[in-house]
């Protein structure tokens, strides 16, 4: 007698389980997979998915549903209402195990919850990890069931996954003919792309246009070829799906960039210089349209080329696609801001009235937080275009203008009085020293400089300040770059780009003082002068000469306006002190405690190791900075080298900061426990304490730091100070089993952010 097939699904049976079996394909709409990238072939695949495992898990032995069910709770931890379905599972197949009887339909169920767990895996540690499991998990299922089946069921099943097999093929072949024919259009419209967005970038529109022209044809001309008939299959194929799509994003693209050719005839930014200190306002003004809709096309272009990112792509696909995405993103970025210049600037500019403009010359040789102590400054004017320097002094005049006044105060947040009170701007409400200005620096914040700058200004002067902008020597070299050296014919001296870092940090010192005075007020008013009588270049050329020194805060500004502070923020010349969002953070900050002109001399290096756990946001960090006072004990002034609280000469007193979002845990020289004093600062816990190095002394404090991240990934914003000379980083974290999330060895000059995707300039 012929024994009975185990798990036979009777003909009753058979009825419910196919109702199971669709309903569990209707709920796979909405588990949000995209096997395909495109939505209706995405629904047709995942439903086609559901319905067959269900239907086969139907005969499925108990043991291989108790693996499925256990499986998909694991991976469905995020999703609390699948996990106890599947959990649900879990035990119904150890009930079915020791009943040792069909329940087809119960079995079925079983399979339902399975399937919708593995297409709502929330555990995917690396590419194509839930995939794997997916497809493992599910032909566990289908074939224990199948074995199950009678055979013509088999037969038919076979036959059908042979005919499917036969269509990925034919698939395959159609999607190759329309990659073969596209592929040189792609290539050079690619290449013709990058040229384009370059030509952008450097500021060639006439190029630019040519270029983004050409690319168009190409494109279109790729995306013809993928959108051929016989390419149309693979829709259908995941992997080949993708390949396929992107064809419709190359149509995209050439749409976008025959858009921004069209935009880019119209604008022309050479016209935009500076003659003999007066801009154009009204051209400024007439570009603001055009450029407004080349930032609209470019956005555009961006989002098409992100649309096509996939990490099915192939690799030399995805790479060049990569570098295009990112390409277009910074043009964007660009185009924005030249929009936002266009929008705003003539109002900067005094089209519709006088602005009046403050100006602070520092020295990094007595370091602040925000570049060096203030030693000269400028009032700039601009009026419809035409500017001019309207008055101009050393720090000690605005001193002794503030101590002839009753009371001097100061707008700003309790943060800020708690944290800079005892560095003379007093408490709140209270009166603020006449010599904080020699303190006002300390804030590694333009913004909070400035606004200070502009109150204490205005208190004394009667003169309302519209913007603040921090210059130092080296933003100073970068202004000679543009306008060629100065000449202070009084003693005849001649400074280059090349040499008035030097000077001005050092040399000048070994002068008599009341030359140096003379020297040093000459040297910056000649600086001024000569920016605003010069021929200066178009925006390109000013962004190409400026724009490093601008980004490494050396050149920094703050408009009173919020919304010009925004075209600051946007130009990247607002040198603030970057949000961390959530993220892990990492700024130090020295502060001269000495009284002279020694920070020339200190090197500084920092290293920070921390660990991460991925999903809980704690985090364990060290941060050790090293300091080394290379300044001799002899051979320059003591104005240079000495210092006002009665240490040896060549000794440097710093103020060390410490600004972190994490929490400290203690404060360590030599594995020696030293004292701090605490606070907050726009966002960030700060940690201080004062350090005293001998000339030649090199010491090393240490911060062990613990603290929750509220996001992940994980990612460290870097903010550097602008020092003589720029401190080295070496910065690693793991995760808790010990991979690297974010790591960089070298000089960085300019606010960062270091993650497992590299490292990308903060803004």
Avoid at 142 to 157: D, H, K, M, Q
Avoid at 216 to 245: G, I, K
Wanted: charged share 15%.
């Amino acid at each position: 007698m012929k024994s009975r097939r185990r798990n036979t699904i009777t003909r009753a049976n058979a009825y419910s389980v196919a109702a199971i079996a669709v309903a569990a394909g209707v709920l796979a709409t909405f588990a949000g997979c995209h096997p395909t990238g495109e939505a209706v072939p995405d629904a047709l695949v995942t439903v086609a998915f559901a319905v067959f495992v269900t239907w086969a898990g139907a005969s499925s032995p108990w043991w291989a549903l108790l693996v499925g069910s256990s499986i998909a709770a694991l991976i469905t931890v995020g999703d609390p209402a699948f996990a106890v379905a599947a959990l649900i599972g879990f035990g119904a197949s150890i009930w079915l195990g020791l009943q040792r009887r069909g329940f087809a339909p119960l079995r079925a169920l079983i399979a339902a919850t399975v399937v919708q767990g593995l297409l709502r895996s929330h555990a995917n540690p690396w590419f194509l990890a839930s995939a794997i499991t997916a497809v493992a998990v599910a032909l566990l299922v289908i074939l224990t069931g199948l074995a199950r089946r009678p055979g013509y069921v088999r037969v038919r099943v076979y036959w059908g996954a042979a005919v499917l097999a036969a269509l990925g093929v034919l698939a395959t072949i159609g999607l190759a003919v329309g990659g073969l024919s596209a592929r040189s259009h792609a290539t050079g419209g690619y290449r013709d792309l990058v040229h384009g967005l370059n030509a952008i970038k450097s500021g060639d529109p006439t190029a630019a246009a040519k270029a983004l022209r050409s690319a168009a044809t190409e494109l279109n001309e790729a995306s013809d070829s993928l959108a051929a008939p016989w390419t149309q299959p693979a829709r259908l194929v995941p992997v080949l799906a993708q390949h396929r799509a992107a064809g419709d994003i190359m149509g995209k693209a050439a749409a976008a960039a025959t858009a921004a050719a069209k935009t880019l005839d119209v604008v022309d930014l050479s016209q935009l210089t500076v003659q003999d200190g007066i801009i154009d306002v009204e051209a400024l003004s007439l570009l603001a349209k055009p450029l407004g809709e080349l930032q609209s096309t470019v956005d555009g272009l961006a989002t098409a080329l992100d649309d096509a990112s996939s990490p099915w792509l192939f690799t030399e696909f995805q790479g060049r696609l990569n570098k295009a995405t990112t390409l277009a993103h910074e043009i964007a970025r660009q185009a924005e801001t030249s929009a936002e210049a266009a929008k705003r600037g003539p109002a900067l500019l005094g089209i519709d009235g006088l602005r009046r403009y403050f100006v602070a010359f520092t020295s990094s040789a007595e370091a602040r937080g925000q570049t060096g102590l203030m030693g000269n400054w400028a009032e700039i004017t601009i009026d419809h275009g035409r500017m001019k320097m309207a008055a101009n002094g050393r720090t000690a005049e605005l001193i002794n203008g503030l101590s002839k006044l009753p009371k001097v105060t100061l707008q700003a947040s309790d943060e800020f009085f708690s944290r800079f009170g005892q560095f003379g701007a007093g408490p709140k409400g209270g009166s603020v020293t006449p010599k904080y200005w020699s303190n006002i620096t300390m804030p590694p914040d333009t913004p909070t400089v400035g606004t200070s700058m502009a109150q204490l200004y205005e208190q004394a002067t009667g003169r309302p300040i519209d913007g603040v902008f921090i210059i130092d020597t080296a933003g100073i070299a970068a202004l000679l770059r543009l306008t060629g050296p100065v000449t202070v014919p009084d003693i005849g001296l001649s400074l280059s780009a090349s040499t008035v870092e030097q000077f001005l940090l050092l040399d000048q010192y070994s002068r008599p003082e009341n030359e140096r005075r003379d020297v040093l007020e000459a040297v910056t008013q000649a600086t001024i002068n000569q920016v605003l009588g010069s021929h200066l270049p178009s925006p390109q050329g000013l962004a190409a000469d400026l724009g490093p020194a601008a980004t490494q805060g050396h050149i920094s500004g703050w408009a009173k306006r919020p919304d010009e502070q925004h075209l600051f923020d946007l130009a990247g010349i607002d040198a603030s002190l970057p949000s961390t969002n959530g993220h892990d953070g990492l700024a130090v900050v020295s502060d001269n405690a000495s009284g002279s002109k020694i920070d020339s001399f200190l090197q500084r290096e920092v290293r920070y190791d921390a660990t991460f756990d991925q999903r809980t946001g704690h985090t364990t960090a060290v941060a050790s900075i090293s300091l080394t006072n290379t300044a001799p004990s002899t051979g320059y002034p003591d104005y240079v080298i000495g210092n006002i609280i009665g240490l040896p000469v060549g000794t440097n007193r710093t103020l060390l900061s410490l600004y972190s979002p994490l929490t400290l845990q203690g404060v360590s020289i030599d594995g020696k426990q030293i004292g701090t004093f605490s606070g907050t600062e726009l966002g960030w816990n700060v940690y201080s304490t004062l350090i005293t190095l001998a000339p030649g002394e090199k010491l090393t404090v240490r911060f062990t730091l613990e603290g929750n991240l509220s996001a992940s990934p994980y990612q460290l914003v870097y903010r550097p100070q602008p020092l003589r000379i720029p401190e080295r980083l070496f910065a690693k974290t793991v995760d808790g089993d010990g991979r690297t999330v974010a790591g960089y060895a070298g000089t960085l000059r300019r606010r960062s952010v270091l993650s497992l995707s590299g490292l990308v300039a903060w803004r």
